[in-house]
């Protein structure tokens, strides 16, 4: 079982490294709204990265089957949630962001975390790459409940590892990224904030596209 555990740590650490769409939007909100809320983006990642990790330990193979039979509309749906995403940043004020922080309600959800964990949640979810890397890394590390010495504590312990392996991932980089947060003006926060919704719009864009392309071509 410590094996397990082990193992699917180092699946939540691989899993959440990746440099997309979630990134730069944790990156854009530890910018304009400071660690929590940069964090939460990757909280709520972390959650649609261990219900991917669940999912594919439980039936690999079933997902590997629905994954390619309606990889195309996972594309455009995905795509296009991404893509709104993004234009909502875009049209987002950083500066009026930052002067609105202590009128909030202050607390876990407080400062604007439920919005940014429910975005990380939905990127995860709208992102059939997520999925296809997690079966991956399941198969790359031999992931096997079965190993376990009972099916529910290998479930539990892949899990539980996830969850910390993608949470550890997500609050050294919020972190890292906190640091430097002071030394930014709030120009260069609108320029930030821009470019930052402009790269998200721009993948979501992309993928809906390919996958509109591929189902024109069936």
């Known amino acids: 079982m410590i094996e397990i555990f082990l193992k699917s740590i180092l699946v939540g650490l691989c899993a959440a490294m990746p440099l997309g769409p979630i990134a730069v939007l944790a990156l854009q909100k530890t910018l304009s709204r400071g660690w929590k809320t940069g964090y939460s983006v990757g909280l709520g990642s972390s959650f649609g990265d261990t219900l991917f990790a669940a999912i594919s330990v439980l039936s690999i193979a079933f997902i590997s089957q629905f994954l390619d039979e309606h990889k195309d509309w996972i594309l455009v749906v995905g795509g296009i949630i991404i893509l709104i995403i993004g234009i909502g940043i875009i049209l987002t004020n950083p500066v009026a962001e930052i002067r609105q922080k202590n009128q909030v309600k202050k607390g876990f959800f407080g400062n604007g975390m439920l919005q940014g964990a429910s975005h990380g949640f939905l990127m995860t979810l709208a992102n059939p790459g997520a999925l296809v890397l997690m079966l991956g890394l399941v198969a790359f590390?031999?992931?096997?409940?079965?190993?376990?010495?009972?099916?529910?504590?290998?479930?539990?312990?892949?899990?539980?590892?996830?969850?910390?392996?993608t949470n550890v991932w997500w609050v050294a980089f919020t972190s890292?990224?906190?640091?430097?947060?002071?030394?930014?003006?709030?120009?260069q926060l609108i320029v930030i904030n821009r470019i930052s919704g402009v790269v998200i719009a721009v993948l979501g864009a992309v993928s809906a596209i390919q996958g509109i392309i591929r189902l024109m071509q069936i």
């Open 176 to 187: 890292v990224i906190n640091l430097f947060r002071k030394k930014f003006k709030l120009r």
């Open 141 to 165: 590390f031999h992931l096997d409940i079965d190993a376990a010495p009972s099916y529910y504590s290998g479930v539990v312990s892949s899990i539980l590892g996830v969850i910390i392996g």
